[in-house]
């Protein structure tokens, strides 16, 4: 689930469930719709059964891109 005070601002956001650390691959995406509303603030996802980390990036309207990265089990 993403948190934000600015949804309102974020374009996109988007998963990466098994990131090894240098190519982002994303597997689940959630994108502002054109006219209207407010972006979704969680994805649903098969659990995952990778030790990598998952990773979402988050990009703005503005064009900048935030990056968090979460370990398993943690």
């Known amino acids: ?3 934000t005070q600015n949804a309102k601002d974020i374009d996109y956001w988007e998963i990466d469930p098994a990131w090894d650390g240098s190519l982002f691959r994303s597997a689940f995406q959630a994108i502002r719709p054109r006219k209207k509303g407010i972006i979704t603030n969680h994805l649903d996802f098969p659990y995952r059964m990778s030790n990598l980390p998952m990773c979402v990036r988050v990009m ?15």
Do not use: A, E, S
């Open 60 to 74: 703005d309207i503005h064009g900048q891109t935030c990056w968090l990265k979460t370990y398993p089990n943690h």
């Open 1 to 3: 689930k993403l948190i």
